[in-house]
């Protein structure tokens, strides 16, 4: 993984994608060396298979440049690429058997009947399906059907396999056997696989390098261990394992607030009082007696999960998980102790302490005391408030102050989740609408990558006259 | 072998409808005019051989023309989006909306010597007759059943996968490729039940010869029209001649679509 820099076969550089006026990929850049196992990893919608798309061929990128070995393959079919594909539904040819259909690359380079002979043979043995030459693949099962998808793809003797979700269909157990099986075939073949998954499980256990993906920008890139160990936000921390995340004062260097207590960590450079997000990992806590720990807690939940007791801990009206192999029952007070090294600070992804934008007063009626705005093309009334028309406002609002409307009547129309983070005593949302981010409090889930109306209390409201900026 | 009552209904229609009435045409193919047995009325049938072979002939030609044409546009329509795919399914439906000979006349009168296209080529100095030829009975055969050959491609052709596709071309495949190894061998089974569909009614059909041919180009299925009424014993014969012929050829389709069954 730490080689030279020429072993670099695809790189994507400044790719961005778009369809029907929204951004799928939004100037990502991406490196594959050769013979690495890559997971592209993130939600559904965040782009991970387009990606995928791009470097196969069946998608062009509206800008930036994908480069093979070097050279710039925009624009190049897919049937020009020394790349092969995985799909997520197999694909294999239902009108040919399974011998055909690994030999269907082959045949259509016109190898020597020997040769394709000899290394259907050699793939199949790879994949564990001696024999199975002549069966129809509609009678092979989900876990075979994988494997012949695979065999097919990897005969023709790929750069690059691309892999897109490939254990998506298939059963638990099924799957774990096949995750141990695919790291096999790729370090018995040499070669370097691109694989897309939602699965944070999957991709700790197979990759070298791991890319997480959200809302069409890469997070973070690197190995498993500094993924789940320093990642780099609150959106890696919570989509990679458990944690608890919760908002910290970085007060100074290696010196961080939680929730009132001033605790040591090792991270640097911060500045000073900044707010940022602290990822605890349930297993970094130990749990100690309260007097050895600043933090303490009550513990109000214990789950038996097999190799470890998973404790629910409310802590300052904060909820921490913490996972021991020792059993605290419910309602005991206890210590919370966590070592320097296992506090992980992270930058806020979205820093605000207020929602600030600008409306345009366009009718005001002094009798009601009320005034309608505009804001992002969206008019609505505001009560108890009153300006002269034409005035351009800049209101402040807390993030409790924003809801989003059950019942469908909201404020501004179609806000899009962009993330979904529980802070331990509440959901930290973030919102994006045409022109600006939003930071919202929540005490309910919300799903992540849909459209919402947004709602807001005007009564928390700071409002301000816009200097110099009265629009017309 | 358990009958389930719910299939009576349909067995009684098909005894009142299908069954007797062929009952009827065997035993009046086999007996002359007194309902004595007789081989009179084939030896008669054997006179129109030319005409029955000229019908299976011009099926044959429509049958082919209508493929060609329909196996493109068939597949155009299958990779569209959802909506214009039904858009196109609806425009190909349209023309069978109207009366079949209403859509004959159009053809007669759209191709008549003053006619529209007559008067279109007499501009550009060809001058020609356009009707009463063999060329005009097959283009109305083609025009009246090219839907049939269209809608059982497409309805195949729109469930072979994407994905499919893409892999064949991931494999390596041009477009030409990616058709010839992917998407001909999947869509077999609509060719064969398009040609069935087209083939066995044109070679039957009556009427398009009469108004669209010359004197000579009359088909099968026109002659025992007009002989029926008054000889029942030979149009019975001829009918049942082409059935047989039918048949067979129909067996002989259904080897090749049982490739189908790999399909599967």
């Not at chain 1, 820099?5 to 100037?27: A, C, M, T």
């Not at chain 1, 040499?190 to 890469?218: K, P």
């Not at chain 1, 806020?348 to 009798?367: C, H």
């Amino acid at each position: 993984m730490a080689e030279a820099k020429n072993d670099i076969i695809v790189s994507l550089r400044d790719i961005f994608v778009e369809f029907e006026g929204e951004v799928i990929l939004n100037h990502i850049n991406l490196d594959i060396r050769d013979k690495e196992f890559l997971t592209i990893l993130g939600p559904s919608g965040c782009g991970k298979t387009t990606t995928l798309r791009i470097i196969g061929g069946f998608l062009e990128p509206k800008e930036g440049t994908v480069n093979f070995e070097g050279k710039k393959i925009n624009g190049l079919p897919p049937y020009k690429r020394n790349v092969n594909t995985v799909f997520q539904k197999y694909s294999l040819f239902p009108h040919l058997n399974v011998f055909e259909n690994i030999a269907f690359g082959m045949r259509i380079k016109k190898l020597p009947k020997n040769e394709i002979k000899k290394r259907v043979k050699e793939m199949l043995s790879i994949v564990d399906l001696k024999g199975y030459e002549k069966r129809s693949v509609s009678k092979l099962s989900g876990g075979q059907q994988q494997r012949v998808a695979i065999a097919r793809a990897l005969v023709c003797d790929p750069k690059v396999l691309l892999l897109d979700e490939p254990l998506g269909a298939l059963d638990l157990k099924l799957r774990k056997n096949m995750q141990w099986e695919l790291k096999q075939i790729q370090q018995k073949t040499d070669t370097a696989f691109v694989y897309v998954t939602h699965d944070q499980e999957e991709a700790l256990t197979m990759s070298d390098t791991v890319v997480v993906m959200n809302n069409g920008v890469i997070e973070q890139i690197g190995t498993p261990a500094d993924v789940y160990n320093e990642p780099v936000n609150a959106f890696v921390a919570d989509f990679i394992g458990e944690a608890n995340i919760i908002n910290g004062t970085m007060i100074d260097d290696c010196r961080v607030r939680i929730l009132g207590e001033e605790l040591e960590c090792v991270d640097k450079g911060f500045g000073q009082n900044t707010p940022v997000d602290i990822v605890i990992r349930p297993e970094d806590i130990e749990v100690v007696k309260p007097e050895e720990a600043k933090l303490k807690g009550e513990v109000t939940e214990v789950v038996f999960k097999g190799v470890h007791y998973e404790m629910t801990v409310m802590c300052k009206g904060c909820e921490w998980i913490i996972h021991s192999t020792k059993c605290e029952p419910v309602g005991t007070t206890i210590g919370m102790k966590v070592i320097p090294f296992n506090i992980q600070i992270m930058n806020k992804m979205f820093l605000a302490e207020k929602n600030t934008f600008y409306a345009d007063v366009i009718s005001s009626d002094k009798e009601n005391n009320t005034i309608t705005v505009k804001v992002e093309d969206c008019e609505f009334e505001i009560e108890n408030r009153y300006f002269e028309e034409g005035t351009r406002l800049e209101i402040s609002l807390p993030p409790s102050a924003l809801s989003i409307a059950g019942d469908g009547v909201g404020h501004i129309d179609d806000v899009y989740i962009e993330s979904v983070i529980f802070k331990g005593e509440h959901n930290e949302i973030i919102l994006e609408s045409d022109e600006q981010k939003w930071l919202m409090q929540s005490y309910v889930d919300e799903q992540v990558a849909t459209y919402v109306p947004l709602k807001f209390d005007f009564t928390k409201a700071e409002f301000k006259i816009a200097e110099g900026k009265n629009e017309t | 072998m358990k009958l389930k009552r719910p299939s009576i209904p349909y067995i009684i229609w098909m005894v009142v409808f299908t069954m007797i009435p062929l009952l009827l045409i065997l035993f009046s193919a086999f007996t002359d005019r007194n309902g004595t047995f007789s081989l009179e009325a084939f030896s008669k049938a054997f006179g129109y051989f030319d005409v029955f072979l000229r019908s299976l002939w011009i099926a044959f030609i429509s049958t082919l023309i209508c493929l060609i044409l329909a196996y493109p546009i068939a597949y155009i329509m299958s990779r569209q989006k959802r909506n214009v795919q039904n858009a196109l399914t609806m425009i190909i439906m349209i023309p069978m909306w109207m009366n079949f000979l209403l859509r004959i006349y159009a053809w007669l009168t759209l191709l008549q010597n003053g006619g529209p296209v007559d008067t279109m080529l007499s501009f550009l100095g060809i001058h020609t007759t356009l009707l009463g030829n063999q060329g005009a009975v097959i283009l109305g055969m083609v025009y009246e059943y090219l839907p049939f050959m269209v809608l059982p491609l497409y309805s195949v052709m729109a469930k072979i996968d994407n994905g499919l596709i893409e892999a064949a071309e991931d494999l390596g495949s041009n477009k030409i490729k990616v058709m010839r190894k992917v998407v001909f061998p999947l869509s077999i089974p609509g060719i064969v039940s398009g040609i069935t569909m087209v083939f066995v009614p044109s070679a039957s059909t009556f009427l398009v010869a009469q108004y669209l041919g010359g004197v000579d180009d009359i088909m099968i299925g026109d002659v025992i029209d007009r002989i029926f009424w008054s000889d029942q014993n030979t149009g019975s014969a001829i009918a049942l001649i082409l059935m047989v012929a039918i048949l067979i050829f129909l067996i002989i389709l259904n080897f090749f679509g049982d490739e189908e069954a790999i399909a599967q």
